[in-house]
């Protein structure tokens, strides 16, 4: 499986700034994905990142709010711009391993306050 | 879309017990249903996985079986042990590149010691 590193783990932001979540894998992976987990619920995919083209966002996301880069095979970004406290989640990149198998990072906390 | 409904939402079972949990799926094109167990404080760990062409599979304490008629598919732990506490997810997909995972809502296992 891939180990996938998540920076930063968790973090405290004042509203109206913005935060930017870098997902590292050891391996080369063509897709990469970008998940929010509202406080005690489940898993909601935000977006779709292939490396060279832009991401593919899931309705209800849009790329001026959460604007994700893949400049390569092995990293991606997600920023969460102009922060307010409905933003409060845990972030989640997950790498697709071996059609269909799914990994996940250890996920960024992020308060809003 | 996909739909996922997974049942209970949360179950209590004293150590030594089994635990069973559901899951009913909509999209009949689904052919992978992975299973994910989440720590508090970490990211969702894949635990078993089962694809359409099979309708059993066991991992030690951890089986999956699967219903592709009724379109459902359940997770089966046996001889639970408190360290099995956890957020439980399924999750199906119609697998193939880039086809995402569409999640359950989750189920909160205690296993009382």
């Known amino acids: 499986s891939a180990v996938i590193s998540q920076k930063p783990s968790r973090d405290i932001c004042q509203r109206g700034t913005s935060l930017t979540i870098q997902c590292q894998v050891d391996?080369?992976?063509?897709?990469m994905f970008w998940y929010r987990q509202q406080p005690g619920q489940s898993l909601t995919l935000i977006a779709t990142?292939?490396?060279?083209?832009?991401?593919?966002?899931e309705s209800g996301f849009v790329i001026d709010k959460f604007p994700i880069s893949r400049p390569n095979l092995t990293f991606s970004t997600l920023t969460v711009s102009n922060m307010s406290p409905e933003d409060s989640s845990i972030y989640l990149c997950?790498?697709?391993?071996?059609?269909?198998?799914?990994?996940f990072g250890q996920g960024t906390r992020l308060t809003v306050v | 879309g996909e739909n996922v409904e997974q049942h209970p939402s949360t179950l209590s079972v004293q150590e030594g017990d089994s635990a069973v949990i559901k899951c009913t799926y909509s999209d009949s094109a689904s052919n992978y249903f992975p299973w994910y167990k989440q720590e508090l404080g970490k990211g969702p760990q894949l635990i078993i996985d089962i694809r359409s062409n099979v309708g059993e599979k066991k991992d030690q304490r951890i089986a999956v079986t699967l219903n592709k008629t009724a379109k459902h598919f359940s997770l089966h732990i046996t001889e639970t042990q408190p360290e099995d506490s956890a957020v439980y997810f399924c999750a199906a997909t119609p697998g193939g590149a880039g086809n995402m995972l569409t999640f359950g809502g989750g189920t909160r296992l205690m296993v009382k010691p």
């Open positions: 391996s080369q992976v063509t897709m």
């Open positions: 990142a292939n490396q060279g083209s832009e991401a593919t966002y």
């Open positions: 997950s790498v697709e391993w071996g059609l269909p198998e799914a990994f």
